[in-house]
């Protein structure tokens, strides 16, 4: 029996779970109709041979949520509230089908997919169940954020280099290390010199289907002998250091023409942000600490550290997410070495390679998961 616990700020609700079969006739679809878009959810969960769970995180279950009886492969299902995310437990008939989440394109709904494997005669069957898994969950698409653009310059650092064009420009080199040396595809929310909405770069990230957000950015301060690189994860900031840094990237805002999408962000609504990414947290700060590795030993930068903080170009990417700050550019040293086209090179290169061990454990946690 699913638990109703009312989850006052949780925006979207599931009002229903109903059965399709498919029309190839190899299995089923499972269609999670939702009030509103769910912004984070997981991938389906085995939990034993035949059990399947998906989590969909700051998401509710409406009080008339009307439930279709199970079909197909689904022998029995329930819809479990635990704290903020809404648990759907299915229980299978055929252990062997093959699920699939992925976003209705046409509505805000979810959908699940059950593939069922082909038969060949009574008993023979094709099973690559484990196989498929690994191919879907692939680290295949990263999204690179160059930050600010247009009439947004960023800062403007030693010998007049702004922010925009310095981010642009190792955006563009590292994209390229990761398509040619690691085949991955490469989407940018810009590759050109214009302004695009915060709010709107991780939706772009999301509809991209990408599994990687890197927002790229550069640092500045008063005191022109600050220097050293940073790497963020979404997260409350722990430091008047981090927050400075968080206020000066999220004010760029003034630039956009509806400003009341961030009107009411606070603290609660950070906290609620941190619960929607706390699947990806821990790989976000994993990665993080890749990028401060790369950036201290193998280009010799001083590294401050791996830090969190509300930053807003996070807040929409459902996937693990960075902001990486290549130095400060008001320091004349540092400014001259990344302005310089070996200094770019070098920091698109520590990316490169934080991202090529990141993916070789990430793909190669979800060997093992699969393999259980």
């Avoid at 997919?113 to 680290?139: N, Q, Y």
């Avoid at 954020?145 to 925009?164: C, N, V």
């Avoid at 976000?284 to 401050?304: D, H, I, N, P, T």
Wanted: with cysteine; net charge neutral; glycine share 8%.
């Amino acid at each position: 029996m699913a638990l109703l616990v009312p989850v006052s700020w949780a925006s979207p609700a599931v009002e229903r779970v109903s059965f399709t079969p498919r029309a190839d006739g190899q299995g089923y679809v499972v269609r999670i109709h939702t009030s509103e878009t769910i912004v984070a959810y997981s991938e389906p969960l085995r939990s034993g041979d035949d059990v399947l769970e998906l989590i969909l995180f700051n998401t509710g279950l409406a009080a008339a949520c009307r439930k279709d009886p199970p079909q197909g492969p689904v022998r029995a299902y329930e819809l479990v509230q635990k704290g903020q995310h809404l648990h759907l437990r299915f229980s299978l008939a055929d252990p062997q089908v093959v699920p699939r989440v992925y976003r209705d394109r046409e509505t805000t709904d979810l959908l699940l997919g059950l593939t069922t494997p082909e038969v060949s005669g009574p008993v023979a069957r094709h099973v690559e169940p484990a196989s498929d898994a690994r191919e879907r969950w692939r680290l295949d698409t990263i999204v690179i954020d160059p930050g600010h653009g247009g009439r947004d310059t960023g800062a403007i650092g030693a010998g007049g280099l702004r922010e925009k064009d310095l981010v642009l420009a190792v955006a563009r080199k590292l994209g390229q290390y990761l398509e040619e040396r690691l085949g991955v595809r490469v989407v940018y929310t810009r590759e050109d010199d214009r302004f695009i909405p915060l709010k709107e770069r991780g939706h772009m990230a999301n509809e991209a289907g990408g599994k990687l957000f890197i927002s790229l950015h550069a640092n500045a301060s008063r005191n022109r002998s600050a220097r050293g690189t940073e790497t963020y994860f979404l997260g409350m900031h722990k430091t008047a250091a981090a927050r400075a840094v968080m206020e000066r990237e999220n004010s760029v805002i003034r630039f956009e023409e509806d400003q009341e999408h961030y009107k009411n962000f606070d603290e609660r609504d950070l906290i609620r942000m941190q619960l929607i990414q706390s699947a990806y947290m821990r790989q976000s700060e994993y990665l993080a600490g890749l990028v401060e590795q790369q950036f201290a030993e193998r280009v010799g930068r001083k590294s401050r550290g791996v830090k969190q903080a509300g930053f807003y170009v996070l807040w929409s990417a459902s996937m693990p997410a960075l902001l990486v700050e290549l130095g400060f550019i008001s320091n004349p040293e540092e400014a001259a070495f990344l302005r310089s086209e070996d200094g770019q090179a070098y920091m698109a290169s520590a990316i490169f390679r934080a991202v090529r061990a990141f993916k070789h454990d990430y793909e190669k946690g979800l060997h093992l998961v699969s393999a259980q």
